[in-house]
């Protein structure tokens, strides 16, 4: 004979009521009327053809069947919250938490994160871009990519990016200002800055450039804001090569000196060693270092 599995929600009004040998809290629990867990009850009584509880004027009793059964059905919901745990820890497991800054993000990371997610389909990446310094332990963050010394105590740290910075423009820039040859050929294009406004001065030293005023131009709270703006063609930005790559194969910017700063500080991967315990933020960290070319081709 087929035994035939009693309604869920009825099992799930039991469980509630045995527990608080009361409908009237059984019912605020499940967010359902003192009349629906009783006739819930009713109805798995029936189907089960005996008395689970025994209906005084002021209390509810389990029958010996009914705290036996009350036993199992808990133990049984037990093992439905472990399962659910389980999968749900499984799931989280798959998703990675990244911060770094918004230009990173805007002009490097997010153009080639689905070529992540066309190798790696089943890793989600949630991405936080702000220049704030997390604590990445403390915030649950499995890799940061961030500027600065490659010194962070307590936290594996791996050299990502170092390449230095050259000047760019737009096409229709240089159309409109004559073909530039020469350093020189700058005096009269507007600069673009990002935060760093010492990096232009920098380079014109370096460049052997004179009369020119390092300090003129507009100044952007971030490197993808003087991109854009160097996009728009509203002056020349100096940016790392690595974050106009793609605008320059594609004929959007120019570089038209091939001469680089570099810098003191260079971009490194951070991550909690806990973090690198999971496949999934080692596979995602290695496939960042192989797009700049640290690691061979998988």
Not at 60 to 68: F, H, K
Not at 160 to 188: C, F, K, N, Y
Request: with cysteine.
């Amino acid at each position: 004979m087929k035994m035939v599995l009693p309604p869920l929600n009825a099992l799930r009004a039991f469980e509630a009521t045995a527990r608080h040998l009361s409908m009237t809290r059984a019912a605020g629990e499940l967010h359902v009327t003192p009349g629906a867990i009783s006739l819930q009850i009713r109805e798995l009584e029936t189907a089960l053809g005996l008395p689970l509880f025994l209906r005084r004027p002021r209390a509810l009793v389990l029958t010996p069947e009914g705290t036996a059964y009350a036993a199992r059905i808990q133990a049984a919901f037990a093992l439905i919250r472990e399962a659910t745990a389980e999968v749900t820890v499984q799931r989280r497991a798959a998703t990675l938490s990244v911060t770094c800054t918004a230009s990173v993000a805007a002009q490097w990371l997010l153009p080639r994160l689905a070529a992540f997610q066309a190798e790696m389909p089943d890793i989600d990446i949630q991405i936080n871009s702000s220049n704030r310094l997390f604590d990445l332990e403390r915030d649950g963050i499995d890799l940061a990519i961030r500027h600065g010394s490659g010194r962070y105590d307590g936290l594996s740290s791996v050299l990502w990016m170092e390449d230095g910075l050259l000047p760019v423009l737009s096409p229709e820039l240089v159309r409109r200002a004559g073909t530039i040859q020469h350093v020189s050929d700058l005096a009269e294009i507007p600069l673009l800055h990002d935060e760093n406004t010492d990096d232009w001065r920098k380079w014109l030293s370096e460049m052997g450039a004179a009369g020119i005023d390092a300090g003129r131009g507009a100044v952007f709270s971030g490197g993808n804001g003087a991109i854009e703006a160097a996009l728009a063609g509203l002056g020349v930005a100096l940016v790392r090569y690595a974050f106009v790559e793609r605008e320059i194969a594609a004929g959007r910017l120019v570089a038209p000196f091939e001469h680089t700063i570099t810098q003191a500080y260079a971009y490194y991967l951070i991550s909690p060693f806990s973090a690198l315990r999971r496949p999934e933020v080692v596979a995602f960290r290695d496939w960042l270092l192989r797009e700049v070319g640290r690691l061979p081709p998988a």
